[in-house]
């Protein structure tokens, strides 16, 4: 079956534009994750929905980082006036919430480069 | 505070040896673990898991110890093969968080032939 996808996987942006990056998480799963990879670093958590609910949000680093999942399947994260410290590989996660397994999928990212 | 470490960023193995990556936590409040494996412009791969009630889980050439008096955990790959060579990621999770992971940095792994 299809897994995460992620689009686009690669934008480039000028300092101060707005970003939207689309998750398309695998059908049926309830909990779908954003995070945040800089280079040479593991993936940061940034902010968790179930289903259209956004339960936690405590990872997003700034009030310029919006994530919305409205019908509780696609998210868009969307960051406003981007910076260069905005500059990171973005991830996606899906999981279906298995009682006892407790393992994400994740996308192949959507790398964000802010000049 | 980084509340998972891999402390070496990169290891170097012969093809048919064992390699062992090496992971520490600092929260006690973590009960499940997970390695996951990276390949360059891929997302990160689930490999294996552990619950804080085991010590130890197998799945064909991959093993994971769990110390938690150390909280300490470890990846074996027994035999390393060319094809393992990737960034190998620990995970921790808590129960009530809604499941998020925290990751350490990564060891990059490489499996010479």
Redesign the interface.
């Known amino acids: 079956g299809a897994g995460?996808s992620q689009s686009p996987r690669y934008k480039v942006a000028k300092r101060g534009q707005d970003v939207a990056l689309r998750c398309d998480p695998i059908s049926g799963h309830v909990?779908l994750?954003w995070?945040q990879q800089a280079l040479?670093?593991?993936?940061?958590?940034l902010t968790?929905f179930?289903n259209e609910a956004q339960?936690?949000k405590s990872?997003l680093p700034s009030d310029r980082f919006f994530a919305e999942r409205p019908e509780g399947s696609v998210s868009t994260l969307k960051i406003q006036r981007t910076q260069q410290e905005d500059s990171a590989v973005y991830?996606c996660?899906s999981?279906p919430?298995l009682k006892?397994l407790?393992?994400?999928?994740?996308?192949?990212?959507t790398r964000l480069t802010v000049t | 505070d980084q509340q998972?470490k891999?402390n070496s960023p990169s290891l170097s193995v012969q093809e048919g040896r064992i390699s062992i990556l090496n992971c520490d936590y600092t929260n006690s409040m973590f009960d499940?673990f997970?390695w996951?494996k990276k390949y360059p412009?891929?997302?990160?791969?689930?490999l294996i898991?552990i619950?804080s009630i085991k010590d130890k889980n197998e799945d064909g050439r991959f093993t994971v110890f769990l110390n938690k008096s150390a909280k300490h955990l470890s990846l074996h790959i027994v035999p390393s093969q060319p094809g393992d060579s990737a960034v190998y990621?620990c995970?921790a999770?808590q129960k009530d968080?809604?499941?998020?992971?925290?990751?350490?940095?990564?060891t990059r792994l490489m499996v010479k032939p």
Do not use: H, K
């Open positions: 995460v909990s994750f995070y040479g670093q593991g993936p940061e958590f968790y179930q339960l936690d990872g991830l996660a999981s919430m006892g407790r393992q994400q999928y994740f996308g192949p990212g | 998972v891999q499940y997970l996951y412009a891929e997302g990160p791969t689930f898991s619950s990621f995970a999770s968080t809604g499941n998020m992971l925290t990751f350490g940095g990564g």
